[in-house]
C-alpha cells in the first residue's frame, strides 16, 4: 500500500511511521531509499493537507 492510499483509507501520521519503521526492521538498510521517499511522500501530503 502506498503512503497515499494509506492516507486516503483515514491512516494517521504516526500509524504510517510506525509501520515505516516495522520495515526497516524487517527489510534492514537495503529498505532506506525507500523510506527517504516515503517521508518525502508524507512531507507533502502535510503540506497540502492531506495528512
Given amino acids: 500500500m502506498t ?3 494509506c492516507s486516503k ?3 494517521n ?3 504510517i511511521i ?3 519503521n ?3 526492521i ?8 525507500h ?3 516515503a517521508i518525502g511522500t508524507i512531507e ?3 503540506k497540502e493537507g492531506l495528512l
Fill in 44 to 46: 507533502l501530503l502535510e
Fill in 22 to 24: 516495522g520495515t526497516l
Fill in 9 to 11: 483509507s483515514g491512516s
Fill in 13 to 15: 501520521k504516526d500509524e
Fill in 18 to 20: 510506525d509501520a515505516l
Fill in 3 to 5: 503512503v497515499k492510499k
Fill in 35 to 37: 523510506l527517504r521517499h
Fill in 26 to 33: 524487517v527489510g534492514g538498510s537495503i529498505v532506506i531509499p
